[in-house]
């Protein structure tokens, strides 16, 4: 199956700090990217998407101040934690769904993830 | 909105059992619907993914069935090995918003030597 790349996979920062997150798709071109955060023994809660050179489109209670996506090309989508606080640890996952002819219809392709933890 | 719920929350079996953990969804016009695999502290492996024309999918010792009608699809694990040790999840779509998954909370699954 086609590759997602996340990167960092783990990170750790102080109160206040940004942090950014990067996902890459790596033998494919995403169109769109879905960013999901994962609490311990939660399932996945989608946060946004977002789509190659527009505005990501935000789930409702996820604050698009505090957690800015940008989708500049069709293989990487970044996510920075704006004044991370503890509150925001986790476990964010992004996805990607390649154009159409790539893979099956609509079908996602989940990165490793990245574990933030804010001390 | 679609909502996803999978039943058992956890289950535990000795090695060489055949498993069946079940999904449910409320909104029946999916186009897809994906289970996967996710070990402790990593991301999502992907392990069948049924698209609403079809009924089931087999990969390996996995076979996945899909009912749109009754909003229901299973995961069949046959002849179960301790390396199938994870936590299984089940999501779907719905037809208006593509690739947009629903998660449900997931089975963890332990299989003891």
């Known amino acids: 199956g086609a590759v997602v790349s996340q990167h960092p996979s783990r990170v750790i920062c102080k109160s206040g700090t940004s942090v950014k997150i990067e996902c890459r798709s790596l033998d494919f071109q995403a169109t769109t990217m879905f960013w999901y955060r994962q609490f311990p023994k939660q399932s996945l809660m989608l946060m946004a998407t977002s789509n190659e050179g527009s505005k990501a489109t935000y789930e409702q209670g996820v604050e698009k101040d505090k957690f800015l996506i940008n989708h500049a090309s069709l293989t990487l989508s970044t996510l920075t934690v704006t004044s991370a606080h503890p509150e925001d640890s986790s476990f964010y996952i992004c996805?990607?769904?390649?154009?159409?002819?790539?893979?099956?219809?609509?079908?996602?392709?989940f990165g490793e993830g990245s574990r933030l933890t804010v001390l | 909105k679609q909502e996803v719920t999978q039943i058992p929350a956890a289950l535990s079996v000795p090695e060489g059992e055949n498993l069946v953990l079940n999904c449910s969804f409320t909104?029946?016009?999916?186009?897809?619907l994906q289970w996967f695999r996710q070990d402790p502290g990593k991301g999502l492996t992907s392990l069948l993914l049924i698209q609403s024309s079809q009924r089931e999918q087999t990969s390996g010792r996995l076979n996945a069935s899909l009912d749109k009608s009754s909003g229901r699809s299973t995961l069949y694990i046959a002849a179960s090995q301790p390396g199938d040790s994870a936590t299984y999840l089940c999501a779907a779509d719905r037809g208006s918003t593509l690739g947009r998954l629903y998660f449900g909370r997931g089975t963890q699954l332990t299989v003891w030597p």
């Open positions: 909104d029946s016009a999916i186009y897809n």
């Open positions: 996805s990607a769904r390649g154009a159409p002819g790539q893979g099956k219809r609509g079908e996602l392709f």
